[in-house]
Structure formats: structure tokens, C-alpha cells
């Protein structure tokens, strides 16, 4: 499940990048449309899934969600193992990178706060810091605005950071 350089998430921080964990906002006023309505619950009752897709990969597909103990958005991922002729060793690689991806804490490299498997959907389900500008490549093309060069080597300074953590 290598992803491209274009695939990666981006953690870029200040003004109008990377997380958008605010507090302040509750859980009420986050629900705005039919599709952002409860559509189920993780096992302790902690996060909650809601209709809204955020993006669809090649295996995993990914929602809005809410940490109902911190207050704050986040993006529920939802890896469906039904259908797929998963033999025993590729599910527990698959295990075994969602252990990794546990286990990384870094600034610059996306939090992952939680995961389990639901035996009744055959899913695996994990909980991730959301990002709203998607990959550089998508930001950069988005942003209209000219960017500055000290922009650019902050970027480039926070994805080595990451890198040399890794």
C-alpha cells in the first residue's frame, strides 16, 4: 500500500494549513447536511462516522468524523476486507502497518489516534488527524495567490523533518 509522492498527506502548520483540530467548534454546529448525520460508532463510543466522504483510495475509503472526548474533527478510514482475497499473511502485513503507523509520533507526520476491526462488516477501521488541503500537489494548484519563497522552504523544512524522523 505504497503511495505515490502526489498521494502523501501533507502536515503543513500556521495560517490556514494542515490541521484543523479547533475546539471551539461543537458537535452540533458541525452538522449541516443530510450526509454528515450519524452513521455509526466506534466500539467505546468515542468517535462517531458520519455520511460525508471525504476521499476514496484503492482500498480504503474515508469519512467525517468526530472525537466526541476531544471535541475535534477527524477522518475515520474504513478498509473493507470482504470481497477482497486477503490470504492470512496479507492481513497480517496489514495489521502490522496499522501497529507502525501507531507507533509514529511526530509533528509533521499525520496523527493516528485509533483502530480496531469490525468482525460483523469485516472492516477495518482507523481513525486519523484530518486534512482539509489534501496532497501538496493539490493545495499548490488550488491556491491562486502567489507563494512566497520563505513558504515554499518552511514546507520543504517540515517534510525533511518528518523524512529524517522516519
Same mark, same amino acid.
Given at each position: 500500500?505504497?503511495?505515490?509522492?502526489?498521494?502523501?498527506?501533507?502536515?503543513?502548520?500556521?495560517?490556514?494549513?494542515?490541521? +484543523?483540530? %479547533?475546539? %471551539? %467548534?461543537? @458537535? +452540533?454546529?458541525?452538522? %449541516?447536511? =443530510?450526509?454528515?448525520?450519524?452513521?455509526?460508532?466506534?466500539? +467505546?463510543? =468515542?468517535?462517531?462516522? !458520519?455520511?460525508?466522504?471525504?476521499?476514496?483510495?484503492?482500498?480504503?475509503?474515508?469519512?467525517?468524523?468526530? +472525537?466526541?472526548?476531544?471535541? #475535534?474533527?477527524?477522518?475515520?478510514?474504513? &478498509?473493507?476486507? #470482504?470481497?477482497?482475497?486477503? *490470504?492470512? *499473511?496479507?492481513?497480517?502485513?496489514?495489521?502490522?502497518? #496499522?501497529?507502525?503507523?501507531?507507533?509514529?509520533?511526530?509533528?509533521?507526520?499525520?496523527?493516528?489516534?485509533?483502530?480496531? !476491526?469490525? *468482525?460483523?462488516?469485516?472492516?477495518?477501521?482507523?481513525?486519523?488527524?484530518?486534512?482539509?488541503?489534501?496532497?501538496?500537489?493539490? !493545495?499548490?494548484?488550488? &491556491?491562486?495567490?502567489?507563494?512566497?519563497?520563505?513558504?515554499? @522552504? =518552511?514546507?520543504?523544512?517540515? #517534510?525533511? *523533518?518528518?523524512?529524517?524522523?522516519?
Amino acid at each position: 500500500m505504497a503511495a505515490t509522492e502526489a498521494e502523501l498527506p501533507v502536515t503543513l502548520h500556521g495560517p490556514g494549513h494542515g490541521r +484543523d483540530n %479547533s475546539k %471551539s %467548534s461543537a @458537535k +452540533d454546529t458541525m452538522l %449541516s447536511s =443530510r450526509e454528515e448525520r450519524e452513521v455509526e460508532t466506534s466500539p +467505546d463510543g =468515542r468517535y462517531v462516522r !458520519y455520511g460525508a466522504m471525504l476521499g476514496r483510495g484503492a482500498c480504503k475509503r474515508v469519512f467525517k468524523a468526530f +472525537d466526541t472526548v476531544e471535541g #475535534i474533527e477527524v477522518a475515520w478510514n474504513q &478498509v473493507e476486507l #470482504i470481497g477482497l482475497e486477503m *490470504e492470512r *499473511e496479507v492481513r497480517e502485513r496489514l495489521f502490522a502497518e #496499522i501497529r507502525t503507523l501507531q507507533a509514529l509520533k511526530h509533528r509533521n507526520i499525520m496523527t493516528f489516534y485509533s483502530w480496531w !476491526y469490525a *468482525e460483523q462488516t469485516q472492516t477495518i477501521n482507523f481513525v486519523t488527524e484530518v486534512f482539509t488541503s489534501g496532497t501538496l500537489r493539490q !493545495y499548490r494548484k488550488r &491556491v491562486r495567490a502567489p507563494i512566497h519563497e520563505h513558504v515554499i @522552504k =518552511r514546507w520543504a523544512w517540515q #517534510i525533511l *523533518e518528518g523524512l529524517v524522523y522516519l
